[in-house]
Structures are given as C-alpha cells and as structure tokens.
C-alpha cells in the first residue's frame, strides 16, 4: 500500500515515498540501503516496559557489591560509584566526569527521556517538553558507553585471573540486566516512527511532494521541509541543506585526533606497583605483554579496538572527506557502508580506557600490588571523543551530491 508522504534519505537524501508499514516491517532506502524506519511490534508499550526495567536495574546496581578482588590473602570489594570516586582521589577528575557522564548519567537520562516520550504519546494528553525530550534521544545514543563499559569489566578480568580470585557480587549482575534492557529499548525505537505519532498528535499538516526534488530533509526528525524554510515544523529544529561547514569540522577534529594518538600511545597508560617495584605500560606495550603471556584473543582484542580502530577510523574519515573534496563519482555504496561502519565502531575503542580504570579500582592491595592511571589514558579518552565527533560532522549525504538529486521513488 502506497501513501503520499514522502522521506528524504538521512544518509543519501534521495526522496522516497514511504509506504504504510506494517507491524514487524521496515522499510530501506533503495540507493544506499539506510533503514527509513521500523514498525516495531507494540513499539510504545514495549519501549516503556523495557526502559523501566532497565532503570530499576541501574538504580539496584549502585546497592550491593559490585565485585570483590582477592590476592595474597587480602579481600577489596568494590561499589559501582567507587569506580568513579577513586579516580578523583588520584586526580585524575576529568576521566572521572568523562566515565561519570558516559556510564551513569547519558544512560539514565536517555531511558527516563524514553519513558517520558512513550507515556506521553500513549496518553490522551500530550505532555509539554516531549518534542525536546525527543531531540535529546537522539542526541544521547552516541555518548552512551556502558555496553562498553561492560565488556572491558569482562576484557579486565581476563587480564588479571592469573594474580587473583575475582569475584562478582548482585550489583554487577543488576549491570548486566540493566544493559540488556536498555538494549531492548533502544532497539525498539525507532526516530521516524516517533516523530510521526508527535506530528499526528499535534495535528501538523504532512507536506505534499515537493516539486522538482527541491527538499531539505530535516536532519533531526527526518520529515522533508520546503528548501526556504528555516526552521522545522515538526520538530523546530535549525535546518540546513547539508550540515554547516561539515568537511572544515571534520578536519580539524582529524587533526586534532592524530595530535592525540601521540601522546596516547607514548605516554604510560598506567603504573603498576608490585612489591615495591614500579613498572609503566603503554597500549601497545600492555598488548605485548598479553601476547607473551598467551592471552592471544584478549591481546587481539585490546590492539584492534585500541590501535587499528582509531587509525583505521582516521584514515576512513579522511579519505572520505578527500573524496567529497575532489567530487568523485565512484563506489557511492561502499563510502556510505565504510562511514556506516566507522560511525559503529568509533566509539569502542573506550574499551581500553574502562579496563585501566577498572584494573585502577580494583586493585589496591597497597604495597603488594597497586594500580594508578597514567596520562596516556586522558589522551587516549581524548583522542576517542574527538573521533566520535569527528565522525557525527561528516554530513554522509556529501558523498552522493556529484552525482545530483533524484527524482522520487
Ligand atoms: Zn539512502
Ligand atoms: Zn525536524
């Protein structure tokens, strides 16, 4: 079943006439493959349900012990909320708020903004702040980092099962609980849908097809606008043909990533304190050292998301930038694939940052054996952001331009 209401391509912003989807279906873009939307089954309700649970979880996780660690006949039990506390105590704030922010705080305000956006379209009253609340959604799913944080606990237990008995106490297990829900949630809402039932709920017209393609596709709630608007109806955001000064910002975010890898891979990444005998690791030293030891997957694990990802993702992000530069009318497809897998992996590379500061809280047994963050972590931590960043200012819709707009489908 056909229907007039048209959608421009977030990723190739090619104009496509949207059918009415049924329960269950999504639709995707027929040039570069982008999911348009998904009609989850029960979407509101199931969105509601899982992000509930998903707080509940998070709220019974800052309650027990987190996970206990026992070597030399000396127990150290920590809470979840020490993981952060103790690296201020060694000073090192900043990657206290950054694990703060990206672990506890983006989490929790994104499933109650969930819960807040789904019960308002559910009730018969639409509630004040949700297109906002909405935009916030959005804007939170990139700097939301416990699924991460959760595997580099696991990354960090490998590395230390041979010097000691690591136990994990109910918090750890409500963490574990709190990721898969949260999961559930984010996988069952889906952007277009949500602005559509906002639209219908505050009864905003839905635009007929523009003539000639002359559409600029709204980069926050996906509806397509007139070209001489400057402001969205839907969702009133900013709008603009393509992201201001996309290719300018993504290079100076680059640059600044490749001044950043220096000194994250020659500065200590931290310092280990064995029976009075102080040693320093770098990344690529720590990787060496679990290779010698034959922990070859936790060492493959470590080097790619800590050394191939970041270059891997400059280069990527560079070359695309270059192609745009120089107009290229090649391999549309695979630069849109190559930016849709820089964009998904980018942000794991926080793996390595989580497992020093688990290893840095975990153990301190004194002078038997202490763990402290080196700088080498700040400027790896940096170096991430600004290349999630890097990644977000790329406007993807500048590699389909040299080839010029369609007409709709
Ligand atoms: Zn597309
Ligand atoms: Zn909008």
Same mark, same amino acid.
């Given at each position: ?5 048209? &959608? ?18 999504? $639709? ?26 998903? #707080? ?27 993981? &952060? ?28 903004? $969930? ?63 709190? &990721? ?17 039932? &906002? ?52 290079? $100076?975010?680059?640059?600044?990533? %490749? ?47 800590? %050394? ?29 694939? #190559? ?5 998904? %992996? ?9 497992? %020093? ?53």
């Amino acid at each position: 079943m056909t229907s007039n209401k048209y &959608i421009a391509c977030h990723e190739c912003d090619l104009l496509v006439r949207l059918a009415h989807l049924p329960e269950g279906c999504k $639709a995707s873009c027929p040039r570069c493959g982008y999911t348009l939307s998904a009609n989850h089954l029960n979407a509101q309700d199931r969105v509601i349900a899982f992000s509930l649970t998903a #707080l509940v979880f998070l709220g019974l996780s800052f309650m027990f012990p987190f996970l206990t660690f026992s070597a030399q006949g000396q127990d150290r039990t920590t809470m979840l909320l020490q993981s &952060i506390t103790v690296l201020v105590t060694e000073n090192f704030t900043s990657l206290a708020i950054l694990i703060f922010i990206t672990i506890i705080v983006v989490p929790a305000l994104y499933l109650l903004s $969930a819960i807040y956006v789904y019960v308002s379209l559910k009730s018969s009253r639409f509630f004040p702040g949700t297109r906002a609340l909405m935009k916030l959604i959005a804007l939170l799913q990139h700097w939301n980092m416990a699924d991460i944080f959760l595997i580099g606990i696991l990354v960090s237990f490998i590395k230390i099962i041979s010097l000691a008995d690591v136990s994990l106490g109910l918090s750890f297990w409500s963490y574990v609980f709190f &990721i898969v829900s949260m999961t559930a949630a984010a996988l069952h809402i889906d952007r277009h849908q949500a602005w559509q039932w &906002i639209k219908e709920k505050e009864n905003i017209p839905v635009l007929p097809a523009p003539i000639n393609g002359l559409h600029q596709g709204c980069h926050v709630c996906t509806e397509i606008a007139d070209v001489q608007k400057k402001i969205c109806d839907t969702c009133s955001a900013y709008l603009h043909v393509r992201k201001k000064d996309s290719l300018q910002r993504t290079w $100076a975010l680059l640059i600044t990533g %490749v001044l950043l890898y220096f000194p994250a891979n020659m500065l200590p990444i931290m310092h280990t304190n064995f029976f009075g005998e102080e040693t320093t690791n770098t990344i690529l030293g720590g990787v060496l050292v679990l290779w010698e030891h034959g922990s070859y997957p936790i060492a493959l694990i470590i080097f790619i998301a800590s %050394v191939m990802v970041p270059i891997g993702k400059i280069i990527a992000l560079s070359w695309l930038c270059y192609s745009v530069h120089t107009q290229s009318k090649k391999s549309h497809q695979q630069k849109t694939q #190559l930016f849709r897998v820089t964009e998904l %992996v980018g942000r794991w590379s926080m793996i390595d940052v989580f497992v %020093v500061v688990i290893l840095v809280v975990l153990i301190k047994l004194g002078n038997i054996m202490s763990i402290y963050p080196g700088w080498g972590v700040v400027a790896f931590a940096g170096m991430v952001i600004v290349t999630v960043l890097a990644a977000l200012s790329f406007d993807p819709r500048l590699i389909w331009d040299p080839i010029g707009k369609e007409k709709a489908v």
